[in-house]
C-alpha cells in the first residue's frame, strides 16, 4: 500500500497497492505445468502424494499450500477420478476458509479503511434474477454437497452471497505474457472501480498482485483510480454490454461517453487518400474529409465482408483459423482501415495462428499492422501492447537473426512500457524481458 500524502502528486508507474489473496485456485489447464502454491513454472513439480491432483515445487510450497490444501486434500481423494471445475474448489476454499476465521480478516487500503470478505458486493437481487448465473449456482450447490459432504455447509442465502461476491470480485491471475493461470479473490482491490479507459493496471507476481498507475495522478484519489474489468478490443455496446452482464452496471467512463476510439468501430479505408471512414449500421457512408464518397457498390461490398468477417470470428476460437483468416482479410482488402475493429480481431486471430504454425515471416505480417491497432483499442501503455511488441522483436530476430537493428525499436517500446506496468523489480522485467536483450548482445 501506498503511504503518501493525500495532497501529494503521484507519477504514473507507481505501485499504489499490493495485495496477497484471500483465496485463489491455479486454473486446471496449467495443473502440472505451474506450482499449485506460488503458481511459478517448474519442470521439477511433485505432486501432492495424498491427492495427486495438485502439484507443488516442493516441500517449501507444499507446506505453504497446506493450510487451503489440508481439507481440500481429502475431497479431492474422495470424488476421484472426478475433479471439481475451478469454480467448485474456489467456492469451496471460500467456504472452508471462512469457516476457520476467515469472516475475520482484513486487508488494509488506508490505515483507517479495510474490507473484509462481508463487505465485498454480492449483487445478491440482481444474481437471483440471472437465470443463467442461477443455474450455474444450483449446480455449484449440487458438485460441493457431494464434494463437500463432511463439512457443515452455509445454509442457502449464505451461500448465494459466498458465491455472489465470488462472481462479482474475482481477479484473474496473470502471467508476465496476461495469460490467466489462476483466479483469485482479493480484499483490497475490490475498491477499484471500472473504466474503459482506465489509469492503472493490475498486474501479477505469482500470485501477489499490484496496482501501478499508468497515468499521473494530481493526488491520492482511490475513486479516481480506475482498471479495466474487461477486453477493452470491443466496441463500446459490446464493452456496456458485457459489463452490465457480468457486473450489473451501466459503464459511464469517457471512453463511453466519446465515440473518439469507438468510430472505428466500423471504417472503411477511402481509396482516394486512405484515411478511415465511419460508418453504423444502417447509415450511409459520409464523404471523406478529402471530399471523396464511396459508392452503393463499395457499400454493398463493405457491409458484405463485415456479415462474413463477424460470422467467422465467432466460429474460429477453437480451431486452428490462419486459411479462415486469410479469406476474411483477402475480402476486407481495399475496403476496411487497418484499426477498423472487425479487421484488427482478424488480424489478431491471425498472429496467434501463425505464431501457433511457426510461421514468421506471415506473422511479421500480420503482427506489424496490428501494433497500431492496439495502440488504439488497448493504449500506448498498456501490457498487452508490451507483449505484442516483444513478439514482433522475438520473431524478427528469427526471420532476420543476423540483422537485430529493426527489432531493437521494438523491444525498447516493449521494454519502457513494461518497466511502468511491471516495475523493474518485477519477476517477469527481471527474468523475462532482460534476458532477451542479453541474449541478443
Known amino acids: 500500500m501506498r503511504n503518501a500524502s493525500k495532497h501529494e502528486p503521484i507519477p504514473k508507474g507507481t505501485t499504489v497497492m499490493e495485495s496477497m489473496p484471500f483465496v485463489y485456485c491455479l486454473k486446471s489447464s496449467f495443473r502440472g505445468q505451474l506450482c499449485d502454491f506460488c503458481l511459478k513454472a517448474n519442470s521439477n513439480l511433485r505432486k501432492c502424494c495424498g491427492c495427486m491432483v495438485v502439484s ?27 475433479i471439481p471445475t475451478d469454480s467448485v474448489r474456489l467456492m469451496a476454499r471460500l467456504i472452508l476458509k471462512l469457516q476457520r476465521g476467515g469472516d475475520m480478516e482484513a486487508e488494509h487500503i488506508t490505515t483507517a479503511w479495510s474490507r473484509r470478505f462481508k463487505d465485498l458486493l454480492s449483487h445478491r437481487k440482481e444474481i437471483k434474477e440471472d437465470v443463467k448465473r442461477m443455474e450455474y449456482f444450483l449446480t455449484i450447490c449440487g458438485v460441493l454437497n457431494e464434494y463437500l459432504n463432511d463439512e457443515i455447509l452455509p445454509n442457502a442465502v449464505e451461500l448465494l452471497g459466498i458465491y455472489g461476491r465470488m462472481c462479482i470480485n474475482s481477479f484473474n491471475i496473470l502471467n508476465g505474457e496476461m495469460q490467466a493461470i489462476g483466479t483469485g479473490i482479493y480484499l483490497a482491490p475490490s475498491v477499484i472501480d471500472h473504466s474503459c479507459s482506465p489509469n492503472a493496471v493490475a498486474t501479477f507476481d505469482g500470485f501477489k498482485l499490484r496496482i501501478r498507475l499508468t497515468q499521473d495522478l494530481p493526488k491520492l484519489d482511490w475513486n479516481c483510480i480506475h482498471i479495466s ?19 450489473y452496471f451501466d459503464c459511464e467512463c469517457p471512453r463511453c461517453r466519446s465515440n473518439e476510439i469507438d468510430c472505428y468501430h466500423y471504417a472503411a479505408r477511402c481509396p482516394s487518400c486512405r484515411s478511415p471512414i465511419a460508418v453504423r449500421r444502417g447509415e450511409e457512408f459520409p464523404p471523406c474529409s478529402c471530399g471523396s464518397r464511396l459508392d452503393s457498390s463499395f457499400s454493398k461490398q463493405f457491409w458484405s465482408a463485415t456479415d462474413f468477417s463477424e460470422q467467422q470470428l ?103 512500457i513494461i518497466e511502468l506496468t511491471h516495475g523493474k523489480g518485477s519477476i517477469f522485467y527481471q527474468q523475462d524481458v532482460k534476458s532477451l536483450i542479453r541474449d541478443v548482445k
Open 56 to 82: 507443488y515445487c516442493g516441500r517449501v510450497c507444499q507446506r505453504e499450500g497446506w493450510k487451503d490444501h489440508k481439507i481440500e486434500c481429502k475431497n479431492l481423494l474422495k470424488v476421484k477420478p472426478n
Open 229 to 247: 474489468y474487461i477486453d477493452l478490443m470491443n466496441s463500446k455496446n459490446h464493452r456496456k454490454k458485457e459489463l452490465k452482464e457480468r457486473y
Open 314 to 416: 465467432l466460429l474460429m476460437q477453437e480451431t486452428n483459423y490462419l486459411d479462415v483468416c486469410k479469406l476474411c482479410l483477402t475480402k476486407q482488402e481495399d475496403l476496411f482501415h487497418d484499426l477498423c475493429l472487425i479487421r484488427s480481431k482478424v488480424l489478431d486471430a491471425a498472429f496467434d495462428s501463425a505464431v501457433q504454425l511457426q510461421l514468421w515471416e506471415s506473422a511479421l505480417q500480420y503482427g506489424l499492422p496490428l501494433i497500431h491497432a492496439y495502440k488504439l483499442w488497448y493504449g500506448n501503455e498498456h501490457p498487452l501492447t508490451a507483449i505484442l511488441l516483444l513478439k514482433i522483436f522475438k520473431i524478427m530476430l528469427l526471420v532476420s537473426p543476423n540483422d537485430d537493428s529493426g527489432a531493437l525499436k521494438y523491444y525498447q517500446e516493449a521494454a519502457k
